[in-house]
């Protein structure tokens, strides 16, 4: 049973902090042991090295180095780790994008279950070094979200792209086909909804059930009774009648004309 627990860290400048998520984990993540509790960026280096975990769960903003400055420190991060924050928006699009798990405090067990849930999921892909790599990269892009990378799962683990190489998704089943700009499609294990909810402010737009289209790559758009845009691969879609006002609104909005 002991192969199968998950090494985890938890670093927190805060003593009461690190011993709230120490007893959620005791009650709530049976598969989680606790190896060291870190107050510091320099003490977490040395437990890293001491007991090499499975996991880290990180708190951001600590006095001296935070967590980010850790982060980049360590350079390659052979576990997985869980960013802990008292900041609602702070930085949340660079995590969400990096398929990085990140809690706000207080601590609420129920999200960090599926937190947890999740990075047992990503070890058995082995993806934790995809999605640190990306977080580094958009780290550095904070105020040019369509520089950001997204990390895209599929069937044999993750893929990073650019945001501004996707042309548009189409919805397929439960599952979603991307089309980018290198002119190579490729489906997630992630339904069209769960994207949609991930690229909602930035310039992607739901014009139709099947179709979340990246407005940076439309060409035109043929007046209908929903309409259709042509898109910069030359592919026409379908803008369905009920999502025709929300398009052009946002067309408005984002061309500013």
Do not use: W
Not at 62 to 75: A, F, R, T, V
Not at 127 to 139: D, F, G, Q, T
Not at 219 to 240: C, F, H, M, P
């Amino acid at each position: 049973m002991e192969n199968h627990m998950i090494r985890a860290i938890i670093t927190d400048d805060e003593v009461r902090s690190v011993e709230t998520l120490r007893r959620l984990l005791e009650m709530y993540c049976p598969a989680v042991k606790v190896v060291a509790e870190c107050y510091s960026a320099e003490s977490t280096r040395r437990q890293i090295a001491l007991h090499r975990p499975d996991l880290l769960f990180l708190d951001i903003a600590m006095p001296g180095k935070s967590g980010l400055d850790l982060l980049h420190e360590l350079g390659e991060t052979p576990f997985e780790i869980i960013f802990i924050t008292a900041f609602n928006e702070f930085m949340t699009q660079a995590f969400r994008f990096s398929a990085i798990d990140y809690i706000l405090k207080p601590v609420d067990e129920e999200l960090l279950v599926k937190a947890v849930s999740r990075v047992e999921k990503r070890m058995s892909l082995a993806a934790a070094p995809a999605s640190m790599e990306a977080l580094r990269y958009n780290l550095k892009n904070l105020q040019h979200p369509q520089e950001m990378k997204i990390c895209i799962p599929h069937a044999k683990g993750f893929v990073l792209v650019h945001l501004a190489d996707i042309i548009y998704c189409e919805a397929n089943n439960t599952y979603t086909t991307f089309f980018l700009t290198s002119g190579k499609p490729f489906v997630s294990s992630k339904s069209i909804i769960d994207f949609e909810l991930l690229l909602q402010d930035t310039s992607f737009c739901r014009i139709h059930k099947s179709f979340l289209v990246n407005m940076l790559h439309i060409k035109e758009y043929v007046k209908g009774e929903g309409g259709s845009v042509i898109l910069s691969n030359n592919a026409e879609l379908e803008v369905s009648r009920r999502k025709k006002d929300h398009f052009l609104a946002r067309v408005k909005e984002y061309y500013k004309f």
